[in-house]
């Protein structure tokens, strides 16, 4: 069978892996727009604190983090190391006893059900310091064993790079799905046409086909000279800002949600200002650190994932609407599609995110970290 993939962020890019080492023909064409998700997302991996009250999505969100020990351990096997995964743990900081001891016991029964979230302790400030200096001295912490982070872009390139030594012929041009007596017949690229048997459409916020939206997220880094960020964990205040260490001194602070900046790419002074103003409010610690740079991406925004085959089209599918959650349920999302489109049964029931269903037209976007 010959699958093809327009769009290659983490979904798609897992999606052509998981086929590819399954033996299907792959082929991947992306455009590598500027601001896609994938290379701007902050990369925090731990669902379990989400305060998602729709069950289904919550449970696709959960899956998905908990896939990422499988998926690097296949992934090593096939010499694919350089992820920027790791299990740092992750910190809920407050200020008040009261607010610290109702996000401990959320935390408790969200670990009742999910043991991979690993140990659930409380921390005063002088121990939740030690693990992440740069934090305001007055905050104390639930801390979260089981959570981690991710680089999109080094995920996404391992991947594509799996699946090309599976067989997987990856392209740079602008795509389209060429359709034909009710079905997919393959992709357009320019003038050529590309058959296929199937096709899954995995472009984000530029989908056609659905009614996604992009949410502008402007997220900045930091150097922190001569620090061992690489062991401190994701910090996550009450809100939508986090902080997100990664290796050799640099952290992530973010990030802005813009629902109208439309496709409109730039830095702006009050993304920044808000960025930093959040970040340093956390952890004023890191107020001389270097900035090095500022990414933008547009999250692919719906009420809930769309996953599935697309109503009145034959073959053709479309992964899409993962939004701030894309870097945890991404890996997952493209394994449970390749199975969907290698006619095997995926794991998780993909109905709740049938894409033909009528609600997607009116559903709101879930926050998400």
């Excluded at 699958?3 to 890019?13: D, E």
Aim: aromatic share 6%; charged share 20%; net charge negative.
């Amino acid at each position: 069978m010959h699958v093809a993939i327009i769009g290659a962020g983490v979904l798609g890019a897992s999606v052509a892996w998981h086929a590819a080492r399954a033996g299907a023909r792959v082929t991947v064409i992306d455009a590598r727009k500027q601001g896609r998700a994938t290379a701007a997302g902050a990369g925090i991996v731990c669902p379990w604190v989400s305060g998602l009250e729709d069950d289904d999505f919550y449970h696709l969100y959960v899956a998905g983090g908990e896939y990422y020990p499988e998926l690097s351990a296949a992934l090593a096997a096939e010499g694919e190391t350089d992820l920027g995964y790791r299990r740092s743990g992750a910190m809920l900081v407050a200020d008040a006893r009261s607010e610290l001891a109702a996000l401990e016991a959320f935390a408790r029964r969200r670990r009742t059900a999910h043991p991979p979230m690993g140990e659930v302790s409380r921390l005063p400030p002088q121990q939740a310091r030690a693990l992440f200096p740069p934090l305001d001295p007055a905050l104390g912490a639930v801390h979260i064993s089981g959570g981690a982070r991710v680089d999109g872009r080094r995920l996404a390139a391992s991947l594509l790079r799996a699946a090309g030594r599976h067989g997987a012929r990856i392209m740079q041009a602008e795509a389209h799905p060429w359709l034909g007596s009710g079905r997919a017949r393959g992709v357009r690229v320019g003038e050529e046409r590309i058959e296929a048997d199937r096709v899954i459409v995995t472009t984000g916020a530029w989908a056609s086909r659905v009614p996604v939206r992009p949410q502008r997220g402007q997220i900045m880094h930091l150097e922190v000279a001569g620090a061992a960020t690489e062991t401190w964990p994701v910090i996550l205040p009450p809100g939508d800002h986090y902080i997100v260490p990664f290796d050799a001194g640099r952290v992530v602070i973010g990030a802005t949600r813009e629902a109208d900046a439309g496709f409109d790419c730039r830095v702006t002074a009050a993304g920044q200002a808000e960025v930093l103003f959040e970040a340093l409010r956390i952890a004023p610690g890191l107020g001389d650190a270097t900035v090095l740079e500022t990414r933008v991406g547009f999250r692919p925004v719906l009420g809930r994932p769309a996953l599935g085959w697309m109503p009145e089209v034959g073959d053709l599918a479309i992964g899409n609407g993962l939004g701030a959650a894309g870097l945890t349920i991404g890996p997952l999302a493209g394994r449970l599609l390749a199975d969907l489109v290698l006619d095997r049964s995926p794991e998780l029931d993909l109905t709740p995110f049938d894409p033909a269903r009528v609600e997607l037209e009116e559903a709101e976007p879930v926050p998400l970290r």
